[in-house]
Nanobody
Framework: QVQLVESGGGLVQPGGSLRLSCAASGTIFSINAMGWYRQAPGKQRELVATIESGGDTNYADSAKGRFTISIDNAKNTVYLQMSSLSPGDTAVYYC??????????WGQGTQVTVSS
């Protein structure tokens, strides 16, 4: 069983920063990639950023230049450093892990609210 636990969400003012963390635990044979999706009220879940175990990254256009994804392979933890946040970034952020055989695991989500 694999569990993903996210942390770091909260309320931040426009222009502010937040750092999300997601730690994977349990029986982990391999990690192909980890990343973040988000879902705003009334909208579909969308990709924010992904990082492969080798370090290659991919960002949504909305995240480029503002968000940075990183991974600590020793801790099975992925981070999302977010800066220059705007109300449009308000959403529930979900961590995922692409594990052995391409199986996907999801965290429970963490709320990010950008508001003055």
């Amino acid at each position: 069983q694999v569990q993903l636990v996210e942390s770091g969400g909260g309320l931040v003012q426009p222009g502010g920063s937040l750092r999300l963390s997601c730690a994977a635990s349990g029986t982990i044979f391999s990690i192909n990639a980890m990343g973040w999706y988000r879902q705003a009220p009334g909208k579909q879940r969308e990709l924010v950023a992904t990082i492969e175990s080798g370090g290659d990254t991919n960002y949504a256009d909305s995240a480029k230049g503002r968000f940075t994804i990183s991974i600590d392979n020793a801790k099975n933890t992925v981070y999302l450093q977010m800066s220059s946040l705007s109300p449009g970034d308000t959403a529930v952020y979900y961590c995922y892990m692409d594990g052995l055989g391409g199986r996907l695991y999801w965290g429970q989500g963490t709320q990010v609210t950008v508001s003055s």
